[in-house]
């Protein structure tokens, strides 16, 4: 009897066999099927993949930065896009071989089953990136600013030692504070970026390296707002805050950082912690460094350091000279070289002045040019204060940038000249020659309004300081839309036959500093209307004080107006610092008695000094005690009638101020009382 032997196999066992029979047959049955379906969803992920691509083009050109999950679900497009392509073609080599052997060829069976499965597989994964594709709402986020952005900037030729002398000091820990101070061109802002941007090439200690330019007139709002800028979000919100808000708040990011400031281009005192600056020291080992033309604002600033940025030496100045004038130029006649080292010397060591020049004379190449730009450049205003006309030879420098005759005596300028320098940034034309003698060669042989067209053909015009001498040139002035936005002071003197002066035109000049009325004869009153808030042009008596008007006014000077016999719209100038009366006969009070209070008027609160001279109708300044929190030095000389001063013990800025005047004024002075007396004897001093 032979052995026998039994099998037990479960109906789910043969229902199992049957499902997986029946899938591995249904991939070589759709493989067809789904390779056209794998096409079709391939074209559809890369329109998406498209689609995403553009949102993160617009988001990058606003300098954000893509999230790493898009970036990764692009990447694994690309790799999709890769592999599918490869499926789709061993398809066509599976169909082909169908073809040739017979469908039911074991051989293509299988390769067939291998590929539908691969297909099948594929079109789940390309599922999914569609639908995480179609989920990204956002794509990128704001950049936070590195922690030293790099500033383009020329190499620091011959100022090598004073930058290693400037690093050094960096690196001592009792240095917090270095200011460097030199001329204007000099080159203390190469040397700034110079130090900024080494520290993008060594290791240091310090969290963020902050770059802010502060410019001659400081909006110490755009100060505060380009420090937010690297260490917190400056969006308009924050914008909107007050000074004190946006102080408080750079305080408290700094106060946890070690940081160093750099501050570039500062003419006057700036109060670190009215910006929200921590001073640096040696707890927080942060460090500040700025530029000045000026050592004594080094020593206001409290520098640990005081670096002084000296010109060129000749080799260095002759080298660099060289450089930008080309030797196409220097060899293109035997007399040019000595020639070009003439125009270097009067360069006088100044990088600025010789990379100007330079590339002003690189297409110069005939010995005449030369000479016309040495004759120029001796006869500057700067050199030769007796100069009564400009050279039209001054043409030739087309890369000017600075063009100043402030204080000069210069009476003539060739018609053409200014609006020749199409690279003009910055004119001074504030109290020179051209205006002494209006009538017999100044600005009306300029044909009035010739000089306003002239300076309006300047395209990169952005600081001005100019003189009007006459009301019709002023009218002109005022109606340019170019030239009150940039302009930084403005003298107003001799309008013939003017007995009233409008000033409410002068609100709109934003950045407006200085302004000096003299001369001006016939001048009675000053008149102020409300521009666009249906107001009539009324005097001073029924105006509200509290609207500031002239809010970045720094300096006002009145001399030699015979007739005006108040300044009351100096209330609407809240942040007047130098205030200068002299030669007004008539004047019988600084701000008048007239005016409503308006709630909290107190004038001259940021006044620094205040000259009084040869006022002898003046009887008042301001008929209240003021508490002038900056004021360090009053002058009055030939005001009898001024019998009070508007003091009392709180207005001597903790005994800084200096009073300067007659022994015989200051002997029948009325004080406010015996403490104010007390507090004000020790400042004066007699002349």
């Known amino acids: 009897m032979g052995n026998m032997f039994s099998v037990s196999i479960s109906t789910n066992d043969i229902a199992g066999c049957c499902d997986c029979t029946a899938a591995r047959a249904n991939y070589i049955c759709k493989l067809a099927e789904n390779r056209v379906t794998l096409r079709t969803e391939l074209q559809k992920l890369r329109e998406l993949k498209n689609d995403v691509n553009r949102k993160v083009d617009v988001a990058e050109r606003q300098q954000m930065k893509r999230l790493d999950q898009v970036q990764g679900w692009l990447s694994r497009v690309e790799a999709m896009e890769t592999e599918v392509g490869q499926l789709i073609g061993d398809g066509a080599e599976t169909v082909e071989e169908k073809r040739l052997r017979g469908c039911c060829h074991p051989k293509h ?165 009215e910006v929200g600056i921590p001073p640096p020291d040696q707890q927080n080992k942060s460090k500040l460094i700025f530029t000045t033309r000026s050592q004594d604002l080094c020593g206001q600033m409290g520098a640990h350091t005081k670096i002084q940025v000296k010109s060129l030496a ?184 003017s007995s009233s002066l409008n000033l409410s035109s002068l609100e709109n000049m934003k950045h407006l500093y200085g302004l000096t009325m003299e001369d001006l004869d016939s001048l009675r009153e000053i008149k102020f209307d409300w521009a666009g808030k249906g107001k009539e042009t009324v005097g001073y008596s029924s105006l509200n004080p509290k609207v500031e008007c002239f809010h970045g006014l720094g300096e006002v000077a009145i001399n030699r107006c015979q007739m005006l016999k108040n300044l009351t719209w100096l209330i609407f100038a809240p942040n007047l610092q130098y205030l200068t009366i002299g030669q007004c006969d008539e004047m019988e009070e600084v701000i008048g008695k007239g005016v409503k209070d308006g709630g909290n008027l107190s004038p001259f609160t940021k006044l620094i000094r205040l000259e009084l001279n040869g006022l002898p109708q003046l009887k008042n300044v301001y008929r209240n005690p003021l508490p002038f929190l900056y004021l360090d030095r009053i002058e009055v000389v030939g005001c009898p009638k001024l019998k009070k001063m508007p003091l009392n013990s709180n207005s001597a800025n903790q005994g800084r101020v200096v009073m300067v005047g007659e022994q015989e004024w200051w002997n029948e002075l009325e004080w406010e009382d015996e403490a104010t007396l007390s507090t004000f004897l020790p400042s004066f001093k007699a002349i």
């Open 109 to 273: 069976c299988i390769s067939s089953y291998t590929l539908g499965k691969k297909v099948a597989r594929k079109l789940q994964d390309m599922a999914t990136l569609m639908s995480e594709g179609r989920n990204f709402e956002v794509v990128a986020d704001i950049v936070p600013p590195a922690p030293v952005e790099e500033i383009p900037g020329r190499s620091t030729v011959g100022l090598e030692s004073t930058f290693d002398k400037v690093w050094r000091s960096l690196e001592e820990e009792h240095v917090g504070m270095i200011g460097f101070y030199g001329l204007g061109g000099v080159g203390k802002t190469t040397l700034l970026t110079q130090i900024n941007n080494h520290f993008l090439k060594t290791s240091h200690n310090f969290d963020v390296v902050i770059w802010v330019v502060v410019s001659r007139t400081p909006n110490l709002g755009r100060v505060q707002n380009e420090i937010w800028e690297k260490v917190g979000f400056c969006d308009d919100k924050w914008k909107s805050k007050s000074r004190h808000e946006k102080a408080k708040d750079i305080w408290r990011a700094l106060s946890k950082k070690r940081f160093v400031m750099l501050l570039d281009d500062m003419w006057e005192h700036m109060d670190l912690l």
């Open 314 to 497: 000749w080799k260095d100045s002759w080298d660099l000279f060289q450089k930008y004038v080309g030797k196409d130029a220097l060899n293109s006649d035997p007399e040019i070289p000595e020639l070009a080292e003439m125009v270097a010397k009067e360069c006088c060591g100044l990088p600025l002045a010789i990379i100007t020049i330079g590339r002003a004379m690189a297409s110069k190449v005939t010995p005449q040019d030369w000479k016309h730009a040495i004759r120029v450049l001796q006869t500057r205003a700067s050199n030769f204060p007796e100069i009564k006309k400009l050279p039209i030879e001054m043409k030739n420098l087309v890369q000017l940038k600075a063009f100043r005759l402030c204080t000069s005596k210069v009476s003539l300028i060739p018609r053409g000249l200014i609006s020749s320098l199409l690279m003009l940034q910055g004119v001074g034309m504030y109290n020179c020659g051209l205006y002494d003698q209006v009538a017999e060669g100044g600005v009306e042989s300029y044909d009035n309004e010739s000089l306003i067209e002239e300076l309006e053909s300047l395209k990169y015009l952005t600081h001005l300081r100019v003189t009007i001498a006459s009301a019709s040139v002023f009218k002109r002035f005022l109606s340019s839309r170019k030239l009150p936005s940039c302009t930084l002071a403005i003298c107003l003197k001799m309008f013939k036959g």
